[in-house]
């Protein structure tokens, strides 16, 4: 194909999805995608709802008619599309089909024990896990670990405070605090005695030693405890009833509440169960549940896409949506705020409503968003201000928080799932360099600790880690803009960032990646092509200044697979949550990566 015929195709590809996104707008100028994740929060809600008596048939029916379209065919769930079976994941769907009526001797019920049988059994789940099963009166709160509140009376620097925790474990933990001390049990009127038990787990040493001490707590000191923690929880509901607007914190916060005596018509109750239901998704397929959503980093997206697409500043559309996101900046202090008390609040969201957490990652993405659509310059520089003063000491940026690296939350034997600290990661500091390098901020000593700290990030193949995308394609895909933004373009890490992505692509022409390199580095750059992975390679090579036939595949590929409505199917996971354990597919990913990576191609071509 010619390099005219190639732009053509592009610039063709291009125009369709252009059209789609324009489509998908709101009408107050905001995009959301719908974020689906693995039937584990579809399960927990029915549990959630059957605990507090408002479980009614019509939506356990819904419920259990998607948690059995994503049963696979060997009667497993798995926490990601095409991913391996998955224990507890399977443990949690079989237990909610049971709650919704369906027979033990059903086949595919059949199936499904089948597969908790040969991963281990009930002993081997996670510890979340069972404390939904002892909820239900399934399981014993004495054989999970508690989490005693005395831990809320620690200094806020102590080693092992709740501040130790990074922000969504940190909402979580001090609910199970209440939970698990006073453990609230609602019985199903069915055992599960049929489901194999497993070898017994090894206790761990800890976990012993803190049922020891919930035997002999001093009463006056643990009532102190459970005050503080009562009021932490109750203090960082957000407006839309949530907890950070995540699951975890959310569901668990209802149950400590209303199991510490707070009655369903209680406002904060209430507020809670209504934000739920703005979670809840009821179509065809079934009734789902958000774990959580994405609109403030959509349409920051979004924006980037159509402005790399060449929609002027003025268009109606890129003006809707950067008014609406600049009205989205956080004014008041939050958790950050405890290791940075004297920095003044800014930056932005990821969701509708978490103000008490907002996010270093959206607020990068968002100034350089309002910055080329000439809207929201005072919040920009404020969201500026405070991303400069959030840098952790090794010169990265986490997610949330600043040097939230302790290991020792790790070693607890109730953090068997999912990442519980927040530490700076590449993708997080290669987007807030990128915002930096576009502000002409390149040669300050804060950008040159975040290069540093990037550089050092490489791994020995040419790629960078991506904690919050799937995963060295995210990494990469975010590292080598970053680095040219910043003049460090003919920087040698550059050039191995280029080899390393030609090495991994499929024949089609696409990128993709296999969410199993999390565990297996053997998966690092492989897997199904798909339309995001695709572009984020896309968007690398660009920076890099990469013609040719690499560029020219994946441009193909993307040409080919697109859909005639101008989007592109995905059904693969490619957002991440906790590395090796929970996962997301964020609906509006295959459509505002392909436009970004598309319409920066096609301009380059047009300058060329």
């Known amino acids: 194909m010619t390099a005219s015929a190639a732009r053509d195709v592009a610039q063709r590809t291009l125009e369709r999805a252009v059209g789609r996104l324009l489509a998908l707008q709101q009408p107050d100028g905001h995009w959301k995608g719908e974020l689906e994740t693995n039937v584990t929060i579809d399960a927990e809600d029915l549990f959630l709802r059957h605990y507090l008596g408002l479980l009614d048939e019509r939506a356990a029916q819904a419920t259990a008619r998607w948690i059995r379209s994503r049963q696979r065919e060997d009667g497993s769930f798995p926490t990601f599309f095409g991913g391996p079976p998955d224990l507890s994941t399977t443990v949690e769907a079989y237990v909610a089909l049971r709650l919704a009526g369906d027979p033990v001797d059903a086949e595919h019920m059949a199936r499904a024990r089948a597969v908790v049988a040969e991963l281990g059994g009930l002993n081997a789940t996670r510890v979340f896990t069972r404390m939904w099963l002892s909820l239900l009166g399934l399981w014993s709160w004495d054989a999970v670990p508690p989490l005693p509140p005395e831990q809320m009376l620690l200094p806020a620097r102590a080693p092992l405070s709740i501040y130790s925790f990074g922000c969504w474990a940190r909402q979580t933990i001090v609910a199970l605090q209440i939970a698990t001390t006073h453990k609230p049990v609602r019985p199903v009127p069915f055992r599960i005695d049929e489901l194999e038990p497993g070898r017994p787990a090894p206790t761990h040493p800890l976990d012993r030693v803190l049922h020891a001490y919930a035997r002999v707590a001093i009463r006056p000191l643990r009532r102190l405890a459970l005050?503080?923690?009562?009021?932490?929880?109750?203090?960082?509901?957000?407006?839309?009833?949530?907890?950070?607007?995540?699951?975890?914190?959310?569901?668990?916060?209802?149950?400590?509440?209303?199991?510490?005596?707070?009655?369903?018509?209680?406002?904060?109750l209430e507020r809670g169960l209504a934000g739920l239901d703005t979670f809840t998704i009821e179509d065809e397929a079934g009734r789902r549940i958000e774990a959580c959503q994405s609109p403030v980093w959509d349409t920051a997206l979004a924006l980037i896409a159509l402005l790399d697409a060449g929609l002027p500043p003025g268009h109606e559309a890129v003006r809707r949506g950067a008014e609406w996101l600049a009205a989205r900046e956080v004014r008041v202090k939050g958790d950050w705020a405890v290791r940075r008390p004297r920095l003044a609040p800014g930056g932005f969201p990821f969701e509708y409503a978490?103000?008490?957490?907002?996010?270093?990652?959206?607020?990068?993405?968002?100034?350089?968003?309002?910055?080329?659509?000439?809207?929201?310059?005072?919040?920009?520089?404020?969201?500026?201000?405070?991303?400069?003063?959030?840098?952790?000491?090794?010169?990265?940026?986490?997610?949330?928080?600043?040097?939230?690296?302790?290991?020792?939350?790790?070693?607890?034997?109730?953090?068997?799932?999912?990442?519980?600290?927040?530490?700076?990661?590449?993708?997080?500091?290669?987007?807030?360099?990128?915002?930096?390098?576009?502000?002409?901020?390149?040669?300050?000593?804060?950008?040159?600790?975040?290069l540093d700290y990037l550089l050092a990030e490489q791994?020995?193949?040419?790629?960078?880690?991506?904690?919050?995308?799937?995963?060295?394609?995210?990494?990469?895909?975010?590292?080598?803009?970053?680095?040219?933004?910043?003049?460090?373009?003919?920087?040698?890490?550059?050039?191995?960032?280029?080899?390393?992505?030609?090495?991994?692509?499929?024949?089609d022409g696409g990128f993709g990646e296999d969410l199993r390199s999390y565990r297996d580095p053997a998966w690092r750059g492989r897997g199904a092509s798909t339309a995001s992975q695709t572009a984020w390679a896309l968007l690398a090579l660009h920076a890099a200044g990469e013609d040719g036939p690499v560029v020219d595949g994946a441009v193909r590929f993307l040409a080919e697979t697109q859909r005639p409505d101008g989007g592109w199917d995905e059904p693969y996971f490619t957002g991440t949550g906790f590395p090796g354990d929970f996962y997301l597919n964020y609906h509006l990913y295959r459509l505002v990566f392909p436009v970004s990576a598309l319409g920066r191609i096609v301009r380059k071509g047009a300058d060329s």
């Open 354 to 450: 978490n103000d008490n957490y907002p996010d270093i990652d959206d607020s990068a993405e968002i100034v350089m968003a309002l910055r080329r659509a000439g809207v929201g310059s005072a919040e920009a520089d404020r969201a500026v201000a405070w991303m400069l003063g959030m840098q952790s000491r090794n010169g990265g940026w986490a997610a949330f928080d600043v040097d939230n690296t302790s290991t020792l939350p790790n070693k607890l034997p109730f953090c068997d799932f999912g990442e519980v600290t927040d530490p700076p990661s590449a993708d997080v500091t290669a987007h807030v360099l990128e915002a930096l390098g576009h502000e002409g901020r390149a040669g300050e000593p804060a950008v040159r600790r975040g």
């Open 227 to 268: 005050r503080r923690a009562v009021k932490w929880v109750i203090d960082r509901q957000e407006v839309d009833g949530s907890w950070g607007g995540i699951q975890p914190p959310w569901v668990w916060s209802l149950i400590a509440l209303h199991e510490h005596g707070f009655p369903l018509d209680h406002p904060v």
């Open 459 to 507: 791994e020995a193949d040419g790629s960078w880690f991506g904690r919050w995308g799937a995963n060295h394609l995210y990494g990469t895909g975010a590292a080598v803009p970053a680095l040219v933004a910043c003049g460090l373009g003919g920087h040698p890490a550059v050039g191995r960032a280029v080899d390393w992505l030609a090495s991994v692509q499929n024949e």
